[in-house]
C-alpha cells in the first residue's frame, strides 16, 4: 500500500475518534442531569491536556518512543477511557475519564502530524490530500449521529457515541503499529526531514496550540465558576425568602 494513502488512512481514524463524541458530548451532559458548571469543567478538559502535552509529548515521549508505538499505546489506553465515560452516569467519574482519554488523545495531534512529515517524500506538496483524512474521517462518522441521534434520542442510546470512538481507537491503536517506523526525535531528524520551514511551524506550534486549548480550559473554568456563584446566590436568595415568609 502507498505510503500517502496509508498515512491519509491515520487521518481518517484520528479524527473519526474526535467527531465521533464531539458534536453530541454537552446534549448528552444535559441528559445525564450534569449542572452547567460541570459541563464547562469538562469542557476544560482538553486546555489541561494541551498544556501537559506540551511536556509529555512533544519533550520526553517524542525523544524516548517511536511515534507509531507512542500513538497505539496512547488510543489503547484512550479507548479504555472512552468506554469509561460512556457507562459514567455520574459526573466525577465521568469526568475522570473523559480527562483521561483527553490526557493521551491530544498529545496524538501533532504526533500524527509528526509522522506525515518524515514519512512524505514532498511533505509541502503531499501533506495537504493526507491531512485531508481528518475531514473524511470526522464526517463520515459525525454526520449519522448528527441524524440518527435526534432530540428523542435516550441517554442510553447516545452513549454510544463513546462507544463507537472507542471503537475506533482500539482499532487506530493496532493499526497504529502498521504506520512507517519513524525513530525518536531528534534536532537533526527534525532538519533533515522537516526543512527550516516546517521546523519553524512545529516549534511554533508547540505555543500556539496549546495556548489556544488553555484559553478554551480558562475559560471553561471561569464560567464553571460563574455558575456556580449563580447557583449559591439563589439558593441563598430562596433560602432568605423562606426564612421572611415563615417570620411573617
Known amino acids: 500500500m502507498k505510503t500517502s494513502f496509508r498515512l491519509f488512512l491515520m487521518m481518517v ?16 451532559m444535559g441528559m445525564l442531569g450534569f449542572a452547567p458548571w460541570q459541563q464547562s469543567l469538562v469542557g476544560s478538559a482538553w486546555g ?10 512533544n519533550q520526553f515521549a517524542d525523544r524516548n518512543f517511536s511515534a507509531e508505538r507512542f500513538l497505539a ?27 483521561i482519554f483527553s490526557l493521551v488523545y491530544v498529545p496524538t495531534l501533532s504526533v500524527t502530524n509528526s509522522i506525515a512529515f518524515a514519512n512524505l ?32 434520542a435516550t441517554a ?31 534536532d537533526e531528524r527534525y532538519a533533515r526531514c522537516f526543512g527550516h520551514a516546517v521546523t519553524f511551524g512545529r516549534t511554533h506550534a508547540e505555543v500556539i496550540v496549546p495556548s489556544a486549548f488553555l ?12 455558575q456556580l456563584s449563580l447557583e449559591y446566590l439563589k ?10 415568609s415563615e417570620q411573617v
Request: proline share 6%.
Open 13 to 28: 481514524l484520528q479524527l473519526a475518534i474526535w467527531g465521533a463524541w464531539a458534536p453530541k458530548i454537552f446534549p448528552y
Open 215 to 226: 484559553a478554551q480550559s480558562l475559560s471553561g473554568a471561569v464560567t464553571a465558576l460563574h
Open 156 to 186: 442510553e442510546q447516545t452513549r454510544w457515541i463513546f462507544l463507537v470512538a472507542a471503537i475506533l481507537s482500539f482499532a487506530f491503536a493496532a493499526y497504529s503499529l502498521t504506520l512507517p517506523h519513524t525513530p525518536l526525535a531528534s
Open 48 to 57: 489541561v491536556a494541551a498544556l501537559v502535552g506540551i511536556f509529555f509529548s
Open 73 to 99: 499505546a496512547s488510543h489503547l489506553i484512550g479507548g479504555v477511557a472512552l468506554v469509561g465515560t460512556a457507562f459514567a452516569t455520574t459526573f466525577w467519574p465521568f469526568f475522570i475519564c473523559y480527562l
Open 235 to 244: 439558593l441563598a436568595f430562596e433560602g432568605g425568602g423562606k426564612s421572611m
Open 121 to 152: 517524500r514532498d511533505p509541502a506538496g503531499e501533506f495537504g490530500p493526507v491531512r485531508m483524512g481528518g475531514t473524511v474521517g470526522w464526517v463520515l462518522v459525525s454526520w449519522p449521529f448528527v441524524f440518527l441521534l435526534g432530540a428523542h
